[in-house]
């Protein structure tokens, strides 16, 4: 469906770029003044060729753009919002949980006796 969908719009995106090529611009020099050797313009006439092609450029870049819309909940292997679990959870190594002895020792501890400080002998 995912493929079907881009495909889709790939052609519309296509279809879009000839018919925003095809429009004359303001200052009357275009792709349309080539196509006017072909009979398009007396058969639509110019102010009804400019109608036709506005409204063919507004009608596909709505397709495009609700079909690109639609590709992403299309995309193949998205999984649901539970089963999700981020790159960090999915690499991280399993520690086993077990208690570590505590930080602060449970009883107090006498300090060691300090023995006084004996003078040192003096040097020869």
Known sequence: MHLFIVI??????????GVILLQSPKSGSG????????????TLGVRRTGDFLSKTTA?????????????????????SAK???SVLQENVPMVPMTPSAP???SAPVAPAPV??????????
Request: glycine residues 6%; hydrophobic residues 60%.
């Open 8 to 17: 889709v719009s790939f052609l519309a995106a296509i279809m879009l770029v």
């Open 31 to 42: 792709l349309t003044g080539g196509i006017s050797t072909l009979g398009t313009v007396q």
């Open 59 to 79: 009608i596909l870049a709505a397709i495009v753009l609700l079909l690109c819309f639609i590709a992403q909940f299309t995309l193949p292997g998205r999984q």
């Open 83 to 85: 089963a999700t679990k």
């Open 103 to 105: 930080a602060v020792p």
């Open 115 to 124: 023995s006084p400080a004996a003078p040192a002998a003096p040097a020869k």
